[in-house]
Every structure is written in C-alpha cells, then in structure tokens.
C-alpha cells in the first residue's frame, strides 16, 4: 500500500498521467506547437482579469489556456479580492467558484478560500465545499500570517481530506501587507504538520529567498506563479528542491498564461522534469482527493 509521501517520491505521476488522460479523453491535446506538451495543469488561477459573469469569465480563461495546451485550471476566490474576508463574504466567493466548476467540470478544479480568523465558518466552509462538494483543495491569502496556531486546526482537516494547501507568499521588497506570510512563515507551519501538503504560492517572489527558506521541508511545493519571468527562477528551484516539488501555476487572469509557461520552457530542462512541473506533480498531489470524489478508478 503506498502512502502519500511515497506518491510524492516514487515518481508515480506518468501512471497518474495515463488514468486522468483516459479519464478526459484528452490523450493528444497538444499539437500546436513543438514545446508544449499534452495535459498542463495550472494550479493557481483567479476569476480577475476577465470580465462578464462567473460564466463568462471562465469560458475567457478556457479560451486562452487552450492556445497553450492548459487542460485544467485550479481556480481559488470570487471575482472581488478582499484581504480579509468575512464569514459571508467567504460563502459568496466560493460560490462563484462553484458556479466556475458546475459550468465546466471536465477543466475546473477549486479549492476552498479559507479566514484563519473565523475558524468554525472555515471548517464550515471545508466541509461545504470539499467534504460534500466538488473542491479540491484549500487556499489563504493574506488575511493572517501562516505560522500562527489559528492555521493548525485548518491544516488538520486538510489532512483528514487528503488535500493541499495552497498559502499565498511574498517577501516584498518593502514590507510585506499586513497578515501576509512569507515563505519561513510557510516552513514554520509545514514543520507543525508532517503529514500535510502545502504549495508555497509564487515561492515568495523573492524567489531566491524563498526556495531557501522551504528547501528543508519536502512537503512544501514551489509554485511559482505571478512574478515576472525571470530567467533562473524554475532553474533554481529544480536544482535546490527537485522537479518533483515544482509547480507551474500561473494566477491568470492578473498573470498571462504565456509569460508564467515561459518560466518553465526557458529553464532548458529535461523532458520528464517538465512533464513533472507542468502537470504531472499537480496530478499526483490531487489524485487522493480526485479518487475520493470517483474522478479517478
Ligand atoms: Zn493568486
């Protein structure tokens, strides 16, 4: 029997490839253009940038990530960002997300916009939206720095679902918003929680910084959306954490798709690390929680 850690160091992501391949009948989606490949994976997009209705804004964002070979998006938040969201105003944001996942199921996946402040409307929410509903897993922004307790009891549920954390982190180069976390905040907390998978949003977009600071915890990914697309960041990260812990997410539509894929095809990596970044490493974090839901045999 295998267990999640080893999911994560086996190297078993072209199996999952194969079964969500045949599960989407999407087996030669890519052929429009000698770089990209079938099946990217994007695990960070928002409902911004775009226009229209919830609808409408999801049917942009397909539009687009179809050019470029993206057959899935994570999408997180409502389409109005509010740093620190009440209880009401989580319901209403993940609603929109629902409504993004019921209008296309076989390319939207979301996860649950949590508040580490109002703690039983967060579970409440967890519960909602992953545990009876389609969700996949669990994001925060910058309503409270991660490394504080009131993240344990949220971390301990995503546990019990089987289903990551994505925690959005910045070093800014001035000071950081109030209640934003920053990558050591992102280790402090993984340290806490052995068991749990957490994706350390834009690796902190000082990225340097931020692959250091989470290089000792191999249950943290580097996701390495939103910044601006330097070259050696995806480098970088390959070299000091391993393909297996990278993530491409692009957190379109306030990012473009292309510019955040250029992070990864400029990297002049081998083709099974880009496999692995660009959708292969996402497939093997989601799988526990896609086999519950039935999206898996
Ligand atoms: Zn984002």
Redesign the pocket.
């Known amino acids: 029997m295998m267990n999640r850690r080893d999911l994560l160091v086996g190297g078993t992501g072209a199996a999952a490839c194969g079964l969500l391949n045949s599960m989407t009948g999407r087996a030669d989606a890519s052929t429009n253009g000698p770089k990209l490949r079938e099946g990217v994976w994007d695990a ?1 997009v ?1 409902l911004s940038g775009v226009g229209g209705t919830v609808q409408q804004r999801v049917d942009q964002l397909l539009l687009h990530a179809g050019r470029f070979g993206i057959e899935r998006l994570v999408i ?2 409502g389409t109005s960002f509010v740093h620190d969201p009440s209880p009401e105003e989580l319901v209403r944001q993940n609603d929109e997300v629902l409504q993004a996942i019921q209008h296309a199921p076989q390319q939207v996946l979301g996860m649950v916009y949590l508040n580490p402040k109002h703690t039983a409307a967060s579970l409440s929410e967890i519960d909602r939206c992953v545990r009876e509903g389609p969700m996949v897993g669990i994001k925060l ?1 910058i309503a409270m720095r991660c490394h504080r307790p009131e993240l344990d009891p949220i971390v301990r549920r995503a546990v019990e679902l089987q289903v990551p954390v994505l925690q ?1 982190c910045y070093w800014r180069t001035q000071e950081n918003l109030p209640g934003e976390s920053t990558p050591a905040d992102m280790a402090t907390l993984a340290s806490r929680h052995p068991d749990a998978w957490f994706i350390c ?2 690796t902190g977009n000082d990225w340097e910084r931020g692959l250091r600071a989470i290089r000792s915890q191999p249950h943290v990914f580097a996701e390495i ?2 910044s601006d697309p330097t070259a050696g960041f995806v480098e970088m990260a390959v070299r000091e954490v391993g393909a297996q812990r990278v993530l491409y ?1 692009s ?1 379109a539509g ?1 990012r473009s798709f292309a510019s955040q894929l250029a992070k990864v095809y400029s990297a002049g990596l081998s083709e099974q690390d880009e496999t692995m970044i660009l959708g292969s490493n996402l497939r093997r974090l989601l799988q526990p929680v896609l086999r519950t839901k039935g999206a898996l045999p």
């Open positions: 960070h928002h997180s938040m922004w959005h949003a834009h959306c939103g997410g957190d306030g």
